[in-house]
C-alpha cells in the first residue's frame, strides 16, 4: 500500500525527491492513504481500496472504483463513492466497491454513486454514508446502501435497493420512494418523509406518497 502524507507538499515514500502540488491529488491502482491539505483540495483516489482524508476547506473526495473510506472532517465537503465520467454520448460508471462516506463538520453534500442512478443495473453495491455535523445532503445508489444524516437539517435520497434511512436530529427531509421496501427512522425533529406504501417508517411527522 503507498501511503501519502501531506505537510505543505506531498511526501511519497520509495521515492528520494519531494514533489509540490496545487491542491489536486492522485492516487494509483492499487490501494492508497491519501490526506488533504489546509486549503480546498481535489483527491481522486482511483483503482483500489483507497483511504482519503480531506482538510480545512471545501474539498472534492471522489474515492472510485474499489472499497473506499473517505472523510471529508472540516469544511463543506463534496463526497462521491464511485466515479462517474462521460465517454463521447455514453456514461462511464466505476462503481465496483462498497464505500463508507463520512461528511464530518460541515454542510457537505455525499454521494454513493456519482452517475446518480444513470450506471447499468446490478453494477451498484452497498454503501455507507454518514453526515455528521452539519446540513447534508445524502444520495444512495441502486445498491443496499445505509444513510444517517446525523446533526442539522439533512436530506437523504435512497435511490434503488433495499436501503437503512436515519435522519438523526434536526428537521430532516427523506425520500425512499424507489419501488423497493426501506426501513426508514427519521430521528429527532419535524421531518417530511416521501416514501413507498411498503415501506417501513418511524418517527416521521410528516408521510408522502
Known sequence: MRRTFIIGLIMVFAVPTAVAIAADIRGTDGPDV???????????????????????????????SGNDTL???????????????????????????????????????????????????????????????????????????????????????GFGGRDRLSGGAGNDSINSRDGVRDTVNCGAGRDILRRDRADRAVGCERLRR
Open 34 to 64: 491519501l490526506s488533504g491539505t489546509p486549503a480546498p483540495d481535489q483527491i481522486l483516489g482511483l483503482r483500489g481500496d483507497d483511504q482519503i482524508n480531506g482538510g480545512g476547506e471545501r474539498d472534492l473526495l471522489d474515492g472510485g
Open 71 to 157: 472523510r471529508g472532517e472540516a469544511g463543506d465537503d463534496d463526497l462521491k463513492g464511485d466515479s462517474c465520467r462521460t465517454q463521447g454520448t455514453a456514461i462511464v460508471c466505476s462503481t465496483a466497491g462498497s464505500d463508507n462516506l463520512f461528511g464530518g463538520a460541515g454542510d457537505d453534500d455525499i454521494d454513493g454513486d456519482a452517475c446518480e442512478g444513470d450506471c447499468p443495473a446490478g453494477t451498484s453495491v452497498a454503501d455507507r454514508l454518514y453526515g455528521e455535523g452539519g446540513d447534508d445532503d445524502l444520495r444512495g445508489d441502486d445498491g443496499r446502501d445505509l444513510l444517517s444524516g446525523g446533526n442539522g437539517r439533512d436530506t437523504l435520497v
